[in-house]
């Protein structure tokens, strides 16, 4: 494998976004453009994207905004911009423009991981046209307290607070998350139940934690899932690309599979072909728990194969 590193202008017109391209040793036989979740960076997928190098796949991957090298380069961890909801899907749009134009004529597919997912089910509503398939891990339906939080996030914007933070609605957001994990230790339990895996994440210094979205932000954030709601989010997606949606049945983020099939159901509703598979017993992170990454990561490589052959 070999690896490029490239950077470039973010739709919100004052960060530069950091990138790489994961080259396989071999030809190429198609393109991932792997999207990171909220808090984290891309080189947490080192294990996946080496597996799908091995399978002869290009990997394209960079760390938003607020997130990773891109925000440890400029020092601004929690100023997203004032460019609305639709800047990291922007950038990723951007990002696929680059990786085509240096590999072009290649099957091309997005994976996308919780926030990841999310911003790939928009991308996918917005530019799926010449997408080859889509992949969603640990992704969302209706998101807990989101519908209550617009206004509240919307009102102190109004009142001129959107630079400043707001640990109340963050809590709001995401502080629930852990109440079905028995004895969690830490606030991030809920994202795997391997305990070297939430102290690697809590001790990796591209995640953070410590300087959380500001409101605009945070605003943004939730915007995004209000737009990736129910049949009239699905039908915007062309029924041309096929759907493989994974998901652990104890993460709080699907709602305990609830959520996952829910958005199945819209896709499958709307003409889609998805294919769902859940986990038993494993909680958001199912890519990095170590019993099952492999199987994960060859379910994801088995479903590219089989749009590929056909």
């Known amino acids: 494998m070999s ?3 490239k950077s470039f202008k973010s739709f919100n017109e004052q960060d530069t976004v950091q990138a790489w391209i994961y080259t396989p040793i071999r030809k190429p036989r198609g393109i991932v453009q792997l999207v990171h979740g909220f808090g984290e960076h891309s080189r947490r997928y080192l294990h996946m ?37 639709m800047t990291m899907t922007e950038d990723e749009h951007t990002l696929r423009k680059i990786v085509q134009e240096e590999y072009p004529n290649l099957p ?22 010449g997408m080859d398939g889509l992949i969603l891990c640990g992704t969302s339906g209706v998101f807990p307290n989101v519908a209550e939080l617009v206004p509240v996030l919307e009102k102190e914007i109004d009142e001129g607070k959107g630079k400043e933070i707001d640990l109340a609605s963050l809590d709001k957001l995401l502080g629930w998350m852990t109440k079905r994990c028995e004895n969690a230790t830490t606030a991030n339990d809920w994202i795997c139940g391997d305990p070297d895996v939430v102290a690697d994440h809590a001790n990796d210094p591209f995640n953070n934690f410590k300087t959380p979205p500001n ?9 995004m899932m209000d737009s990736i709601v129910g049949t009239q989010w699905a039908e915007k997606v062309p029924t041309s690309i096929p759907v493989y949606n994974m998901a652990g049945d104890q993460d709080p983020v699907g709602q305990y599979g609830e959520g996952v099939y829910a958005v199945s159901n819209w896709l499958a509703e709307t003409g889609h072909k998805v294919k769902t598979k859940v986990y038993p017993g494993k909680r958001h992170e199912i890519h990095n728990y170590r019993d099952i990454r492999d199987e994960v990561e060859d379910g994801m490589i088995d479903f590219i194969n089989s749009v590929i052959e056909k």
């Open 3 to 5: 690896f490029q590193e």
């Open 49 to 85: 994207i080496l597996k799908l190098n091995e399978a002869g796949f290009v990997v394209a991957a960079d760390d938003h905004v607020g997130h990773g090298k891109t925000a440890s380069d400029s020092g601004n961890w929690s100023d997203w911009g004032d460019k609305g909801y």
């Open 108 to 129: 091309y597919f997005m994976y996308g991981h919780s926030m990841g997912s999310m911003i790939a089910r928009c991308y996918a509503a917005a530019y799926g046209k």
């Open 215 to 223: 409101v605009r932000s945070l605003y943004h954030f939730v915007k």
